[in-house]
């Protein structure tokens, strides 16, 4: 039954991605928002919290470029702006309930390939989050707030983040091709 349960999510979030996906009109986009709120009822706002969290910066970035060199042609690129961003919230707001719901490895595991690099990328994304923290809870044992810059601070605690990058990309590198990946 469990494993029935499994292929049918895989099947599922294949299908509602790509459908969203392929949604191209805003009123669509609107109406898909609707629903995904209407099923995730209870966790709306940490949900949309962590969605822009993780979208804000970059479609800031593409919005702001986008628009200034639409106006630049004397174009209007409101309606387009709307229609991009949108979309990457509707899809990251589905991923993100989704993935809450179901396991992430389990999603994966029809691939041990799949199921390695989703492993690899998470122990990441986990290790460079604990790192963080224990920045964050260094700056604050100091005596100092998160609102006053300590520009050495900062500055070492990017060298760090930059040096263990760099690091754990040759590490992670080494141990994929060990286990086959990257054939020459």
């Given at each position: 039954m469990q494993k029935n349960k499994i292929v049918?999510?895989?099947?599922?979030?294949?299908?509602?991605?790509?459908a969203l996906l392929s949604l191209h009109q805003l009123s669509y986009l609107f109406a898909a928002l609707i629903a995904l709120w209407v099923v995730s009822l209870q966790k709306i706002a940490p949900l949309t919290i962590r969605v822009l969290r993780s979208i804000v910066?970059?479609?800031?970035?593409?919005?702001l470029g986008y628009?200034?060199?639409?106006?630049?042609?004397?174009?209007t690129p409101w309606e387009y702006l709307l229609y991009i961003n949108l979309k990457v919230?509707?899809?990251t707001y589905f991923v993100f309930w989704f993935f809450g719901r179901y396991s992430i490895i389990r999603i994966v595991g029809f691939s041990k390939d799949l199921s390695y690099l989703t492993t690899i990328a998470l122990s990441q994304i986990f290790s460079y989050k604990k790192s963080f923290e224990d920045f964050r809870l260094a700056y604050l044992s100091r005596g100092l707030r998160l609102k006053d810059k300590?520009?050495?601070?900062?500055?070492?605690?990017?060298?760090?983040?930059?040096?263990?990058?760099?690091?754990?990309?040759?590490?992670?590198?080494?141990?994929?091709?060990a286990r086959g990946f990257f054939r020459d």
């Open positions: 049918l999510a895989r099947a599922f979030f294949v299908v509602a991605f790509f910066i970059f479609n800031l970035g593409v919005s628009a200034a060199m639409a106006l630049w042609r004397h174009e919230y509707v899809l300590n520009p050495a601070f900062i500055a070492r605690s990017f060298e760090y983040f930059l040096e263990k990058s760099l690091y754990d990309a040759n590490e992670r590198t080494l141990a994929m091709k």
